[in-house]
């Protein structure tokens, strides 16, 4: 059905705005959420500079405080729900139907409709910070009583973006299953599923799951700000600290829907560039369900300082400690599957690699915070925010970099600038390492996260903490030119484009990458 809603689109459709408008096309589809997510991700970054800016000295120099934390909170809904999500969601669109040889999405026009209302999404967002009395300003975990109580009428409209960017994903992560499951080549059974359809697939259960969740604990912000309720009020019965609680249940399983498709382009791109197939790939499928499964009993680990009896903490440490080891598999399958390889250092594989060191960064820096009496030193600290950028930047955001340069001569016909690429690569490497690995230091020692002022202890490593973020923001500019210049031509490519670094025959579980680019597999 999809392949003659698809054939019809392509018939009806006019060219220029009208087909990007109303293309049913998942090609077209995945362009768009590449493209917005590439957009969230200049203007978060924008206010990531505006942060750092600040941050350069001790005292109040360039902003308002309250200007300040509205950057603070707008810098990390953008990022999440601006420029991970939708980037995965549109490598998703792109890559999935091309893997298990599928001919379009399953939900076309569904499709097209979970796109375009994210831009309205965020427009609405953004635009909260024009009107009197600035945009959100109470962290992106909008923690009440500071959303209910003390914000502004302008909650609203944040609260309306949220829902709005919840429908979406929920849409994306509907179509994602439905078509996985019903438009599989025939003979592509579970086990043969390339990585990255299955790590898409369990984020999608994971999505349908939370999602919902946010928008309970948003909209029980908005009756409690709007219309009287008391959920979150004390004074009325209700309880600040249960807001934690629901706001976690969804934002713990919310950040391995982040990583997981992360894992996945990791498993498809170190395999090639490896010339090996990849290492373990039953237990790569088991060890992302457990990840998936365990993401709902650990929440709690944000909330070692609220004052939970210590058997609620016990339980959380050791649950958040026993997530780290389906998560270590992936790292050794990783390492075994380069181990004795025939390494080409190309540019996806250099974003792997580095994804591979700094993401067991971030991941052994949050094992330091599950425990529980060393977890009331960091809580709040610089620390935390030096753990989850390293999972989030050096995790998410390089895996959709390597991603970007693995799929972009597919996607183009032109092979990219390697050596503009591989600049941008050395330059993010290097600076993304000063911007964040010394705020491990600052943390420790104690700085607090989401104030604009500091002790002046901490005014050295401030200075280089900001002057790495500002490289790393520059150094972005140079991925904009590349991706412009290889869209716009360039060398043209073969139909497989790294057939070089492949090298042998694919007799695989997990089939060669573009096994599907023209036919559907032949799978034996």
């Not at 999505?207 to 004390?234: E, H, Q, R």
Request: net charge neutral; charged share 10%; aromatic share 16%.
């Amino acid at each position: 059905m999809s392949a003659i809603v698809e054939e019809h689109s392509h018939h009806a459709a006019p060219k220029g705005l009208k087909r990007w408008l109303f293309t049913t096309n998942h090609k077209d589809i995945g362009t768009l959420y590449l493209l917005f997510s590439l957009t969230m991700f200049l203007i978060g970054g924008a206010m990531a500079m505006v942060i750092r800016a600040e941050l350069f000295q001790p005292g109040l120099q360039l902003v308002d405080p309250h200007f300040f934390n509205q950057m603070t909170t707008v810098h990390g809904l953008i990022m999440v729900f601006g420029a991970v999500m939708p980037a995965f969601t549109g490598l998703a669109n792109w890559m999935i139907p091309m893997m298990i040889g599928a001919p379009d999405m399953a939900l076309p026009r569904m499709n097209n409709w979970s796109f375009w209302i994210l831009p309205f999404a965020f427009a609405i967002l953004l635009m909260s910070l024009f009107l009197e009395g600035g945009g959100p300003a109470f962290g992106w975990t909008f923690y009440a009583p500071l959303s209910t109580t003390y914000s502004n009428d302008n909650t609203a409209f944040f609260v309306f973006a949220v829902h709005i960017m919840g429908i979406s994903s929920i849409m994306g992560a509907i179509n994602v299953i439905v078509t996985i499951v019903n438009l599989r080549a025939p003979g592509m059974t579970w086990m043969k599923l390339p990585l990255f359809v299955w790590t898409w697939l369990i984020t999608a259960f994971l999505l349908i799951a939370v999602m919902p969740v946010l928008a309970g604990a948003v909209t029980m912000v908005l009756t409690d700000k709007f219309f009287g309720t008391s959920f979150f009020d004390a004074a009325g019965g209700g309880d600040p600290v249960m807001f934690q609680h629901i706001f976690w249940f969804f934002g713990h399983p919310e950040v391995y829907i982040m990583i997981l498709p992360a894992f996945g382009i990791i498993s498809t791109i170190v395999p090639t560039f490896s010339r090996k197939k990849l290492f373990g790939y039953a237990s790569m499928v088991y060890a992302t369900a457990s990840i998936a499964l365990l993401s709902f009993v650990v929440w709690a680990h944000h909330m070692f300082t609220t004052g939970m009896p210590l058997a609620g903490e016990l339980f959380f440490m050791y649950a958040t400690m026993l997530i780290s080891v389906p998560t270590g598999v992936k790292v050794f399958n990783w390492v075994a599957t380069m181990w004795r390889g025939a390494i080409s250092f190309e540019v996806p594989m250099l974003f792997s690699i580095a994804f591979i060191v700094l993401f067991t960064i971030g991941g052994f820096s949050g094992l330091m915070l599950a425990i529980t009496p060393a977890d009331f030193q960091y809580h709040d600290t610089y620390f935390v925010v030096a753990h989850f950028h390293y999972v989030l930047v050096t995790g998410a955001v390089f895996s959709i970099m390597a991603a970007a340069y693995y799929w972009l001569p597919k996607w183009t016909g032109h092979m990219f600038d390697i050596k503009l690429a591989k600049l941008h690569f050395w330059l993010s490497l290097i600076s993304v390492n000063i911007l964040f690995f010394p705020m491990h230091f600052v943390g420790l020692a104690g700085m607090p996260r989401r104030i604009p002022d500091y002790a002046l202890q901490f005014a050295d490593f401030n200075a280089i903490i900001s002057i790495g973020g500002f490289a790393f923001g520059l150094s972005q500019l140079l991925f904009v030119a590349v991706v412009y210049k290889c869209a716009k031509g360039g060398e043209q490519v073969p139909g497989k484009v790294w057939d070089g670094a492949e090298g042998l025959e694919w007799d695989v579980p997990s089939p060669a990458p573009y096994h599907t680019f023209s036919t559907p597999p032949e799978i034996k």
